[in-house]
Every structure is written in structure tokens, then in C-alpha cells.
């Protein structure tokens, strides 16, 4: 194994323990954050505080290197503009969160833990990401293909 | 507003962040790139780059390697799902095209994006949180449930 595939997989380990001591896993502990004109559960508010504590000095000397630790290409994100893309696809998401209380990292561990319920809605979250996929890549094809495709 | 003291966990909540924290920094630290969940599992779904594949599959099974390990030592802490079949499908697809849209979810935008100050991500987290706000309003408090 790569030395980087083996910080992706201890990155992804690490994440799903947070995940998992947060409580996160649990969409009714989302739920109960989501609810704040029911008996509020604050708790997602230190999930977010404690990720962000801890990421955000490290980012902030991850900025200023040229390349990673592991000399790979450091890959910020680079857009800035807030357009109609991001706001109504944030907006989707948050009803989606709203309604099952499951977002991409709990669904997957939660789906890990043997819940039918989650594999459920891992499969309709992959099928969402592929019919993503499918538009977008429609979107990209080169004009002069696009006669063989009209009816 | 109440607070729910019964099933608010602020220690265990604030470490499990910090763990995600420690998962973003260290995966931007070495692999130079965001922790983003939606992001990495989004990049394997349709056509990718080839090459650009296996550090992807490598995450996801350390995210599901999470649970037999954390069960070595603990049983897993409770889950309740209370959506219904429809509720589950219909949030799936919501959450999976949405978070390709918005370019990521709680976490690619929530802490990573937040942790860089961007301003997409201040932007994408009002969206899905106010957006899951009141959709929870909306079922608990207005509809018939």
C-alpha cells in the first residue's frame, strides 16, 4: 500500500470513530439538533466546534506549505463564487438531513452498523450521486455529438 | 426554546468532533486534500479519472472499518431511525444530488469549509442547516405527525 492510500485509510478511520463517540450515527440525536422549537439537543453544535478547533490551525499551517507531507499536490478548493448551484444544492441536502436525519458520514457508518434502514438510504443517497453524474456529464459533451442524441 | 439535558452529551460530542477535526487536518496535512464525505464518495460514482480511484475506496473502508473496530472495545451507542421507507428514499436522493451540487455536505463544507473561512461554505452551511431546520419544523410542529 501507497503511503497515501494508507493516510486515506487511517483519515477515514479516524473520522468514523468521531463519527461514531460524537453520537452523530444517531439520527435521532440529529434529529433532536434539527428540532429547535422541540426539546433541543445542542450537542451537533460541539461536533461542529470541536471539528473546526482542531482543523482550523492545522489548515491554517497546511496553507502555507507547497506540498503536502507526503509531496502531494495541495488541493484547495479554488471556487469563491456563491452561485445558484451551491445555494440550491445545499438547500436540497438540508431537507433531505431534515427528513431522515442522516447526512453522507453518518449514513455510511450507520449503514456499517447493520441498520437496513441506512442501507436504504446509502442506496438512494448513490443513486442521487449518479443521476449527478449522469446530468453533468451530458451537460460536458462536445456539441457535435449532441445531434446523434436528438429526436 | 428547551434544552434537552437528558440526551445532550457535550463531552463525548466535542471529543468525537475534534477526532473529525484531527481526520481533516491529517488527511489535508499528508494527502493534500479535503476531508469531504459527500466529495470522496461522489468522485467514485460514475466516470472519474482513472488513477484517481483507489485513495478514494481506501477512506470509505476506513469509515466502515470505524464500527468492527469501535465494537472490539465498546458496543455501539443506540441509533433510532424513525423515517419511513418513502421518507428514507425521497432524503437519499435529496442528500446525494444535493450534496454534488453544493460541492459538498457537513463535512466538506460544514468543517472543512468553515475551517478555511470560506465564504461558499458559510454560504452552503446556512443553506442546509436552515433548510434542515425547517424541514424538521415542518414535520414535528405543522404536519399531521
Known sequence: MTMRNFFALLAGLVFGLGLILSGMADPAKVLGFLDLAGAWDPSLALVMGGAIAVATPAFAWARRRPQSLLGAPMQWPTRTVVDRRLVLGSLAFGAGWGLAGFCPGPALVSAASGHHEAWLFVAAMVAGMAVFSWIEQRAARPTKNHTGDMK | ?145
Open chain 2, 1 to 145: 426554546m428547551t434544552i434537552d439535558w437528558t440526551h445532550f452529551t457535550p463531552w463525548s460530542s466535542l471529543a468525537g468532533g475534534m477526532l473529525i477535526g484531527l481526520s481533516a487536518a491529517l488527511f489535508m496535512a499528508f494527502n493534500g486534500r479535503i476531508a469531504g464525505i459527500s466529495g470522496v464518495l461522489g468522485g467514485l460514482i460514475g466516470r472519474s479519472a482513472s488513477g484517481d480511484r483507489l485513495w478514494r475506496v481506501m477512506f470509505m473502508a476506513g469509515l466502515q472499518l470505524a464500527v468492527p473496530l469501535w465494537r472490539m472495545a465498546h458496543a455501539l451507542p443506540d441509533a433510532t431511525i424513525d423515517a419511513s421507507t418513502l421518507e428514507l428514499v425521497i432524503a437519499g436522493l435529496l442528500v446525494g444530488i444535493g450534496t454534488r451540487y453544493a460541492a459538498g455536505c457537513t463535512s466538506g463544507h460544514g468543517v472543512c469549509g468553515l475551517s478555511r473561512g470560506s465564504p461558499r461554505s458559510m454560504a452552503a452551511t446556512a443553506a442546509f442547516m436552515g433548510a434542515g431546520f425547517v424541514t424538521v419544523f415542518v414535520i414535528r410542529h405543522l404536519g399531521g405527525a
